[in-house]
Nanobody, 116 residues
Framework: QVHLVESGGGLVQPGGSLRLSCAAS????????MGWYRQAPGKQRDLVAA???????NYADSVKGRFTISRDNAENTVTLQMNSLKPEDTAVYYC??????????WGQGIQVTVSS
């Protein structure tokens, strides 16, 4: 069974930075797109950033200029560098990957809290 495992969340003050990482275990195929979603309490899960295997990126307007997504295709890992964090970035962040034949895969989620 394929697992996506997130790491790097936690508590940070406004204006601070965090780096989220996601690694796929027990995988024998490649994701053509990987990314991060987030879900705040009482809200829907929304796309934060995504990146294709070719390096094309897509960001939510609310994080453009502050967050940077990157991936290692050989290792099937994806990283989200989050700078200038705001309290409204507080949410559970989910790693996501989609493969052409195998469909969508999700991590279990990791908490990011931005608070003074």
């Amino acid at each position: 069974q394929v697992h996506l495992v997130e790491s790097g969340g936690g508590l940070v003050q406004p204006g601070g930075s965090l780096r989220l990482s996601c690694a796929a275990s027990r995988i024998i195929f490649s994701f053509h797109t990987m990314g991060w979603y987030r879900q705040a309490p009482g809200k829907q899960r929304d796309l934060v950033a995504a990146i294709t295997s070719g390096g094309i990126t897509n960001y939510a307007d609310s994080v453009k200029g502050r967050f940077t997504i990157s991936r290692d295709n050989a290792e099937n890992t994806v990283t989200l560098q989050m700078n200038s964090l705001k309290p409204e970035d507080t949410a559970v962040y989910y790693c996501w990957g989609v493969a052409t034949l195998q469909g969508n895969y999700w991590g279990q989620g990791i908490q990011v809290t931005v608070s003074s």
